[in-house]
């Protein structure tokens, strides 16, 4: 029933292949013309799509079913295990290929002419498209590993886009920030995860250890050390970039700056609450 579900998703990609490498060909009008054209069909199938699913499937006491669309085996290591990628719809999902579509749509119309007569207009609607795609990917998967390849996708298209620019250095600057920090909070969130976890465990060296594992998941650049005390430790950190996140005496994330190739002791940490 939702087989089709799988075109909202593809029909981006599909568009950014095209003009990505025959957008040159074309006059800069009909690229944007072509990757609006584009996305307004998703938006169109996501529409139909939602009136569908939350008036014509039914309901198990009053509550939405998920349903899987479309799934394919895309990498079989073993007979039990193999990696799918897929379109689940439940009634989040759902509303978000509404809301991605809507909006994406709107902003292809709008750079028609907002990127009138720009240097790399076709590669403009290019990157949208991927980015368009990448979100959509996002929202609709039906594993981690799925969630994982289009957030990170996701993070390379906001690249792109922002550094679209790239003959200016403010413009790469920023791209890079945004790709940069994409995957800082990736293993922020790890950490914080982490720490929660390492509150409830025992004191002096297993605890320290554990707090080392911590700060080393941010950068493997950070080297820590510590004084004999155990019950209040002292961290010395060398760190090679510019930031070292740690956590203090009440549980809160604080970063220090140290400056780029500088040392220097931390005395904030207490293991009895880590």
Do not use: C
């Not at 976890?197 to 820590?224: C, D, H, M, R, Y």
């Amino acid at each position: 029933m939702f087989t089709y579900t799988v075109l909202i998703v593809l029909i981006p990609l599909i568009f950014f292949i095209l003009i990505g490498f025959f957008g040159h060909k074309f006059k800069p009008l009909v690229s944007g013309i072509i990757g609006t054209s584009g996305l307004f069909i998703s938006m169109a199938l996501s529409y139909y799509t939602a009136y569908q699913y939350f008036f014509n499937v039914p309901r198990v006491d009053e509550a939405f079913q998920k349903v899987i669309g479309f799934n394919t085996v895309w990498l079989h290591l073993t007979e039990s295990l193999h990696i799918d990628l897929g379109v689940l719809l439940d009634p989040i999902s759902v509303m978000m290929l509404i809301v991605i579509t809507t909006v994406s749509f709107m902003v292809h119309l709008y750079s028609i002419g907002y990127m009138k007569d720009e240097k790399g207009y076709h590669r403009f609607f290019a990157f949208l498209s991927l980015f368009s795609f990448s979100m959509l990917g996002l929202v609709v998967a039906t594993n981690i590993f799925q969630m994982y390849i289009f957030w990170e996708l996701v993070g390379v298209s906001s690249f792109l886009l922002i550094s679209f620019y790239y003959e200016k250095p403010s413009a790469v600057a920023a791209g890079k920030k945004a790709l940069s920090e994409a995957a800082t909070k990736d293993a922020y969130k790890d950490a914080v995860r982490k720490a929660e976890a390492f509150k409830t465990a025992g004191q002096g060296t297993e605890s320290l250890n554990q707090w080392k594992q911590i700060i080393n998941v941010f950068t493997p650049a950070v080297t820590v050390k510590s004084s004999p005390d155990e019950n209040s430790v002292d961290l010395f950190v060398v760190h090679e970039g510019s930031k070292v996140m740690i956590l203090d005496t009440i549980g809160n994330w604080q970063e220090i700056r140290i400056g780029n190739g500088s040392e220097g002791w931390i005395k904030s940490v207490d293991t009895r609450r880590i």
